[in-house]
Nanobody, 115 residues
Framework: QVQLVESGGGLVQAGGSLRLSCAASGNVGSIVYMGWYLQVPGKQRELVATITSSGSTNYADSVKGRFTISRDNAKSTVNLQMKSLKPEETAVYYC?????????WGQGAKVTVSA
């Protein structure tokens, strides 16, 4: 089992920046990769970015150059630095862990980007 606790959501103006953090606990030794997804009400959850334990990253095309995912393996945390935020990126952001035993989701962090 892996438990995930997110922090850092909130309200920001368009063009502003926000940082999300996610701390994993439990059986963290077998985590394959960590990442972030977002979900807009009424729509499917979609990928934002992922990062492996070796630091390989993958980003949605829409956030490349603006968002940066990072990971601290020693602390089992994953962060998402978001810059130049857009109102359409208002969503609940979920921390995600792909583990050898399955997948886990955080409770979600609300991000609101005002126009």
């Amino acid at each position: 089992q892996v438990q995930l606790v997110e922090s850092g959501g909130g309200l920001v103006q368009a063009g502003g920046s926000l940082r999300l953090s996610c701390a994993a606990s439990g059986n963290v030794g077998s985590i394959v990769y960590m990442g972030w997804y977002l979900q807009v009400p009424g729509k499917q959850r979609e990928l934002v970015a992922t990062i492996t334990s070796s630091g390989s990253t993958n980003y949605a095309d829409s956030v490349k150059g603006r968002f940066t995912i990072s990971r601290d393996n020693a602390k089992s945390t994953v962060n998402l630095q978001m810059k130049s935020l857009k109102p359409e990126e208002t969503a609940v952001y979920y921390c995600y862990v792909r583990h050898v035993m399955g997948e886990y989701w955080g409770q979600g962090a609300k991000v609101t980007v005002s126009a």
